[in-house]
């Protein structure tokens, strides 16, 4: 069977991540995984350490992919690494705030930047945003604000002169509540009425890989 | 002549932060400045060093005011601190991000920080955002980020249970082109047709130390 396509999955042994390299490969798809720590099912690993910078977070992911594709591009680039952290402006502002930047900000940008420069024309990029950072987050302000800032990256990136290639689809998925073993675990109680579980999301992302031009904003993942 | 009352101006020493720090002086109130070199004009001056993490300035910030105050509440506190840098995915995204970030963001934390600890009932924060970044910015995506987060911060710190004061008013200057020596000196052509000089800026935020409830995001300074 031949390969289907490559894609790069930020955040590819998270929850979301996992389930999106086995859908991926399931198609025959070449995946690159990038995270703290290996995803067997990848064909690439790319394991940043903890505490390393952006910039030398940034290079190490370059390298590792300029280096794996050996001039092929990529069809798409899935950033769906992040966390969560709460506090208003009275508890941990300054130090949740800049956690949630370096969780969700600092993949997003990488993405972006791996993208500028190994995806194909009229591949696709797929970045991780919030529903809740669409309104003011007073009891959550750093994650509201890193996830604001993942939101204004997908409307720039999908912008004239972006800087990614030609007919790029460049794409937010904003989740309510996923549907992930630590979700699980800490929010045991679905919301009624349940919605979909977080494998919308995956449908979204390969449905994604099909393609268009532009900028969508999909708001999914409730359970 | 009595003390007018107290406010704290992040980014002091700066064309803003001068020109804000030379109307309270004038109208009696007593000043902080806080930025990376002395404002000779305010009460109080809190120095940062330039490479010193987030942290580490937050410590600084928040001992020198706690100190300086001993019990005393402020007025308002004024965030002008900021900085532009240009830039899509394909040019310096990731380091310009991250500049981007440490400019405009960090100020507006530990202003928020500063709010939430000493600001008095029915107080004012005013933070600096950018109306370009209302929309997405292809061409300077770190930049519209920042400024984005900060929209954010402005959205959050005037929601229900912040973390700041009762009553507190929170609001964010939407900046087009201010008139800086800077900005003149690398764009001296005034757009057409010119609007008001960027002492409107200066004008509000004296007129908002009036304090009221809620939040307003308000645009101005272009010239």
């Known amino acids: 069977m031949s390969q289907a396509g490559r894609v790069v999955v930020y955040g590819g042994r998270g929850a979301l991540g996992s389930k ?3 859908a991926l490969k399931a198609k025959n798809f070449w995946v690159g995984s ?3 720590n290996e995803n067997s099912e990848a064909d690439l690993n790319i394991v940043l350490e903890k505490d390393s910078d952006l910039m030398q977070q940034e290079t190490t992911v370059l390298e590792s992919i300029k280096t794996a594709l050996s001039g092929a591009k990529l069809d798409a680039v899935i950033c769906v690494a992040g966390g969560w952290a709460g ?7 300054v130090k949740n705030s800049d ?8 993949s997003s940008l990488i993405s972006a930047s791996i993208a500028a420069q190994h995806l194909k024309e009229g591949g ?3 970045l991780t945003g919030a529903k809740a950072a669409l309104e003011g987050t007073p009891g959550m302000i750093g994650y509201g ?7 204004h990256l997908t409307k720039s990136l999908a912008g004239p002169k972006s800087g990614l290639p030609e007919n790029s689809l460049v794409v937010a998925i904003l989740p309510i509540t996923l549907d992930t073993p630590m979700n699980r675990k800490w929010m045991p109680k ?7 579980p977080w494998s919308s999301s995956q449908s979204f992302s390969l449905n994604g890989l099909r ?4 900028r969508r904003m999909e708001v999914c993942c409730n359970w």
Chains 1, 2 share one sequence.
């Open 20 to 22: 999106c390299i086995s």
């Open 34 to 36: 990038i995270d703290l």
């Open 211 to 214: 393609g268009k031009t532009g």
């Open 87 to 93: 506090g208003n402006a009275a508890k941990d502002l």
């Open 99 to 106: 956690l949630m930047w370096r969780q969700s900000v600092w």
């Open 190 to 196: 679905p919301t009624s009425p349940p919605g979909p």
């Open 145 to 151: 604000m890193a996830k604001s800032a993942v939101h």
């Open 124 to 126: 696709v990029v797929t």
